[in-house]
């Protein structure tokens, strides 16, 4: 209904999912982190706090970003999985990654993931689309060599090993 928004314009109802400085974070760490848990996602580097992961969680269930289901290795535990929705993001993360790579003063370690999204492009952003919907919708997949996720982390592990061995001749 048009009352439950302050206009129907497409910015504006995208906005008011994402406004807040929780929501695009749970995605990504889903997204690109792998992240199923609610303790995983807790993990998160900017520190969110559980109260917090709890609303922004059954927000995005409610929105139908996410679906949860039990997990059977836990009973107390719960699998959150992105929905077609939420996978559809990917080309406005390495969009929104590239913008923050161009304009902001961000880390080699933290944008190496950013920049190879927008290095990958369309093809890239596809494939990886195609690998989350065989991880949380069941889709079929080719899984041929490292998928990327494997990719991007194994990039950034390599930043930070460098950077290590920079220190260690620096004798810091």
Same mark, same amino acid.
């Given at each position: 209904?048009?009352?439950?928004?302050? /206009?129907?314009? %497409?910015?504006?109802? /995208?906005?008011?999912?994402?406004?807040?400085?929780? =929501?695009?974070?749970?995605?990504? $760490? !889903?997204?690109?982190?792998?992240?199923?848990?609610?303790?995983?996602?807790?993990?998160?580097?900017?520190?969110?706090?559980?109260?917090?992961?709890?609303?922004?969680?059954?927000?995005?269930?409610?929105?139908?970003?996410?679906?949860?289901?039990?997990? %059977? =290795?836990?009973?107390?535990?719960?699998?959150? /999985?992105?929905?077609? !929705?939420?996978?559809?993001?990917?080309?406005?993360?390495?969009?929104?990654?590239?913008?923050? #790579?161009?304009?902001? %003063?961000?880390?080699?370690?933290?944008?190496? #993931?950013?920049?190879?999204?927008?290095?990958?492009?369309?093809?890239?952003?596809? #494939?990886?689309?195609?690998?989350?919907?065989?991880?949380?919708?069941?889709?079929?997949?080719?899984?041929?060599?490292?998928?990327?996720?494997?990719?991007?982390?194994?990039?950034?592990? $390599?930043? !930070?090993?460098?950077?290590? #061995?920079?220190?260690?001749?620096?004798?810091?």
């Amino acid at each position: 209904m048009i009352d439950d928004h302050r /206009s129907t314009c %497409p910015i504006n109802l /995208s906005l008011e999912v994402f406004g807040d400085k929780w =929501s695009l974070l749970i995605i990504r $760490d !889903m997204i690109f982190g792998g992240k199923r848990h609610f303790r995983e996602l807790l993990r998160s580097q900017e520190g969110i706090s559980s109260n917090i992961l709890a609303d922004r969680l059954k927000t995005l269930l409610e929105i139908g970003m996410l679906t949860k289901r039990d997990d %059977p =290795s836990h009973k107390q535990k719960a699998i959150y /999985s992105l929905t077609e !929705m939420a996978i559809a993001l990917v080309p406005i993360m390495a969009h929104l990654g590239a913008w923050g #790579r161009r304009y902001l %003063p961000v880390s080699e370690e933290l944008s190496i #993931r950013a920049q190879l999204m927008e290095e990958g492009g369309p093809a890239l952003w596809k #494939r990886f689309m195609d690998e989350l919907r065989a991880e949380h919708l069941g889709a079929p997949g080719e899984t041929e060599g490292p998928t990327v996720r494997q990719t991007l982390q194994a990039a950034y592990e $390599d930043v !930070m090993a460098r950077k290590a #061995r920079e220190l260690v001749r620096a004798g810091k």
